[in-house]
């Protein structure tokens, strides 16, 4: 089993909110996070088990609310949450994808750097 890598992330226009998100999620749950949809109960399951294991179940308070990603009714509570403002419901849909490519595009430009030569 490899080891999970979490990042430290601070949605910008809500600096109190500090959360953690997995860096190398696996390709199911990566998958469920890029098709993950409400237009099924079992589709949007799937999408906030895909929530809680990036945002690493945890609980995370600021504002006066409380985001609880340690459940898959917590997590789709918090994109469902209609008193959240939308750009941070946004930010917490997409940020598990986007710190993924954030890390390809890393990994992309230290590539020359990953390789050794042989002897």
Do not use: H
């Amino acid at each position: 089993m490899f080891p999970k890598r979490f990042e430290s992330a601070i949605c910008p226009e809500y600096p109190d909110l500090r959360f953690k998100l997995l860096a190398n999620p696996s390709g199911a749950v990566y998958a469920a996070l890029l098709d993950g949809n409400s237009a099924t109960e079992e589709a949007l399951a799937a999408l906030g088990a895909a929530l809680v294991e990036v945002y690493a179940g945890a609980t995370i308070e600021g504002y006066g609310v409380v985001l609880d990603f340690s459940t898959v009714a917590g997590a789709v509570a918090a994109l469902q949450n209609m008193e959240l403002p939308a750009d941070l419901r946004v930010w917490i849909r997409n940020a598990p994808v986007d710190i993924v490519q954030y890390q390809r595009e890393q990994i992309e430009k230290n590539f020359q750097r990953s390789l050794t030569t042989g002897s």
